[in-house]
């Protein structure tokens, strides 16, 4: 079955080698990358449709200065106001955007920064991803966590002080199933006030169960809404299955998470309009679901294990923080995360301007959290991070930088009774 191949040797067999070859080279090789495959809950919805609908017909380069003021005018902003300002022609109104961001984030969220920490529990992937550090065909130590390992390391993270934790997974249903997955939310309860996680799409009464289990909210990367580079770039595996990964979101809010967040991966398509689309995906859902705590992720291309050229396109710090802007004014109640994938003073900046959840004291690898956090070297080996972050600072750093930069860090504002 192709959800249960794996390639953890060091050298690739000749039949492996074959088929990675004919994977890169031959799309007929492939997988219809629209279809779905067999389990693969299918729901009835018209998000997509207005999502894409918008972003095929997103044409940045015919908004003009004009355009961005009327903008920035506006009390409300429109989905065409959104897209005046994720233009080109947005780019000189920069400040200004910043200042109207930034008063809506104080309007919405005060001066608060929510903190997290990622938990690594396993880097077992069957997906063939080309630019991700976990892909199936990418030579790394491969670990999966026991529940005890799980469990220490979540100790050790709370222990810094720590109250909400992001729990992730590489995308392998045969080595970290969804049984796996529901033990680590039940001990994570155990030591934090919230508990996220990112992991492979599932169905909805998966969700339900997982949520059973202790977790709150889901977070799933699209990558890019651009369903022909998405072909490109996903040539194997569960998640080469576009419009199931694109309903994930709903589904997990139709199996009773509190809360979503949304992402592309900004620079592996025209960034202008996966920005677009991740924000529609947003506003369509949020109408649909009212009741839904709805969030964003920013992240850019970083450089991965065995590959230091991946790199995003076009996408400076500038137009990530025109983005930002733009998701603010557009979404003044959704947060915003800036993960650590960002340098540590492009993070101090944002969150004085409309990010409102920034991540502390991550190691993108599996189990290295007892070096990371109290100094001891692990007596395990430990599994290869996903990819390289850019902002490597402590818990306590985090909150020590954050205060100083007058701004209240939030470790938790969510009480169960």
Not at 139 to 153: D, F, G, T, V, Y
Not at 385 to 413: A, H, K, W
Request: glycine share 6%.
């Amino acid at each position: 079955m192709e959800n249960q191949f794996f390639v953890d040797s060091e050298y690739l067999s000749s039949e492996a080698l074959a088929r990675k070859h004919r994977l890169e080279n031959d799309p007929s090789s492939r997988k219809n990358h629209m279809e779905y495959l067999p389990g693969m809950e299918q729901i009835q919805s018209d998000v997509c449709e207005k999502v894409m609908s918008q972003m095929h017909a997103y044409d940045y380069s015919r908004y003009t200065a004009r355009d961005v003021r009327a903008a920035l005018e506006h009390e409300t902003c429109s989905v065409e106001d959104l897209k005046a300002l994720l233009s080109p022609a947005a780019e000189p109104f920069l400040e200004q955007m910043a200042q109207r961001a930034r008063i809506e984030t104080r309007k919405h969220f005060g001066n608060t920064v929510y903190l997290f920490t990622p938990l690594y529990i396993a880097n077992y992937c069957e997906n063939y991803c080309v630019y991700c550090g976990f892909n199936c065909y990418n030579h790394i130590n491969r670990m999966k966590l026991s529940a005890e390992q799980i469990e220490h390391e979540m100790k050790i993270i709370a222990d810094s002080g720590m109250e909400e934790i992001l729990i992730l997974t590489g995308e392998s249903r045969a080595k970290s199933d969804v049984t796996y997955i529901g033990e680590a939310c039940r001990l994570a309860r155990k030591y934090f006030r919230m508990v996220g996680l990112e992991i492979y799409p599932v169905n909805t009464d998966e969700y339900r169960y997982l949520r059973e289990c202790g977790a709150d909210y889901v977070t799933v990367f699209q990558e890019t809404y651009d369903t022909d580079k998405y072909e490109t770039l996903h040539l194997a595996g569960h998640k080469r299955v576009w419009p199931y990964r694109f309903d994930a979101q709903e589904r997990a809010l139709m199996g009773g998470m509190r809360g979503v967040a949304f992402s592309a991966l900004l620079g592996l398509s025209d960034f202008r309009k996966d920005a677009l689309a991740t924000a529609l995906h947003v506003y369509y859902l949020q109408r649909k679901y009212p009741w839904a705590e709805m969030s964003l992720s920013c992240p850019r291309l970083r450089p991965i294990i065995n590959n230091d050229k991946i790199n995003p396109l076009d996408v400076g710090e500038k137009q990530l923080c025109q983005i930002i802007c733009a998701y603010r004014i557009f979404l003044p109640f959704a947060g915003i995360t800036v993960s650590s994938r960002e340098s540590a003073q492009f993070r101090n900046g944002i969150v004085k301007i409309a990010a409102t959840k920034v991540s502390a004291g991550v190691s993108t690898g599996i189990g290295d959290h007892e070096s990371k956090y109290s100094g001891k070297e692990s007596e395990e080996a430990a599994g290869d991070e996903q990819f390289e972050i850019n902002d490597s600072r402590s818990f306590e750093r985090m909150y020590q930088d954050i205060t100083e930069e007058g701004l209240q860090p939030v470790l938790n504002d969510y009480l169960y009774v």
